[in-house]
C-alpha cells in the first residue's frame, strides 16, 4: 500500500482556515484516501474519505488532484477544539482492508 | 452511533504472562482490527478480520494472535507478554463494502513489567 507523507506540525490561529496536505506518490487504482482526527487517550475518528475530486461533508473538504498522488484537508474556521493530530491514510478496500497510517500532523490551534 | 469498546482502559501485566485484549462492536460490522500506537511511529496494523473465525495478518503480527469466534467479538492475544509490547492498542470496526471508514474504541494502554 501506498505510504503517506505529511507534515508533522502545524500552527493556527482561531477562525483561519486550515489547510493540510498529504503525499501518495505510489497510489493504487483500487485505493481510497480517508483521513482521520485523534485527540490525546482518544481513538482515531473518521474524517471524510475521498476517491478522486472534491468530497466535502459538514465538518471538512477533500481535495483529490487527478493523478491522486496527493490530497488535501481543508478545515474551515478551526476553533481551539480543533486542536488534535490529523492522519491521512490510504486504504483499499477489496473483501477487507489494510491501511497503513503515517505519524499524522499535530495541529496546534491558538487564540 | 456505532460504539466499538473495548475490555480496559489500562492494563498492567508481567512478563511472560498470556494477556487478553477484548473488543465488541454492536454495529454488525464485517471487518474489525487491532492497531498498536507508540510515540513515533503512529499507527500500525496487527491483525485484522473480514469474517468469523477468518483473520489476516497486518505489518506487525509477530508476538500476537487473534480470535473471532462470533462477529461482533474480536480477541488480540499476547501469547507471552515481552516489555517491548508495552503500548496503546487500538481496536477498530468498519462495514464490509461500504467504504473504509472505520470506528475505533477509546484504547487500552498495556503496561509490561
Known amino acids: 500500500l501506498a505510504k503517506t507523507t505529511q507534515p508533522i506540525s502545524m500552527d493556527s490561529y482561531e477562525g483561519q482556515e486550515v489547510n493540510i496536505t498529504c503525499s501518495h506518490n505510489?497510489?493504487?487504482?483500487?485505493?481510497?484516501i480517508t483521513w482521520y482526527q485523534q485527540f490525546p487517550s482518544q481513538g482515531p475518528r473518521f474524517i471524510i474519505q475521498g476517491y478522486k475530486t472534491k468530497v466535502t461533508n459538514e465538518v471538512a473538504s477533500l481535495f483529490i488532484p487527478a493523478d491522486r498522488k496527493s490530497s488535501t484537508l481543508s478545515l474551515p474556521r478551526v476553533s481551539l477544539s480543533d486542536t488534535a493530530v490529523y492522519y491521512c491514510?490510504?486504504?483499499?478496500?477489496?473483501?477487507?482492508?489494510?491501511?497503513?497510517f503515517g505519524a499524522g500532523t499535530r495541529l496546534f490551534v491558538k487564540a | 452511533d456505532v460504539k466499538v469498546t473495548q475490555s480496559s482502559r489500562y492494563l498492567v501485566k508481567r512478563t511472560g504472562e498470556k494477556v487478553f485484549l477484548e473488543c465488541v462492536q454492536d454495529?454488525?460490522?464485517?471487518?474489525m482490527f487491532w492497531y498498536r500506537q507508540d510515540p513515533g511511529l503512529g499507527l500500525r496494523l496487527i491483525y485484522f478480520s473480514y469474517d468469523v473465525k477468518m483473520k489476516e495478518k497486518g505489518d506487525i503480527p509477530e508476538g500476537y494472535s487473534v480470535s473471532r469466534e462470533k462477529k461482533e467479538r474480536f480477541s488480540l492475544i499476547l501469547e507471552s507478554a515481552s516489555t517491548n509490547q508495552t503500548s496503546m492498542y487500538l481496536c477498530?470496526?468498519?462495514?464490509?463494502?461500504?467504504?473504509?471508514?472505520?470506528?475505533f474504541g477509546q484504547g487500552t494502554r498495556l503496561t509490561v513489567v
Open positions: 477498530a470496526s468498519s462495514p464490509g463494502t461500504l467504504g473504509t471508514e472505520a470506528f
Open positions: 505510489n497510489i493504487a487504482t483500487n485505493d481510497y
Open positions: 454495529m454488525d460490522h464485517e471487518n
Open positions: 491514510l490510504v486504504a483499499r478496500n477489496t473483501g477487507g482492508f489494510k491501511t497503513i
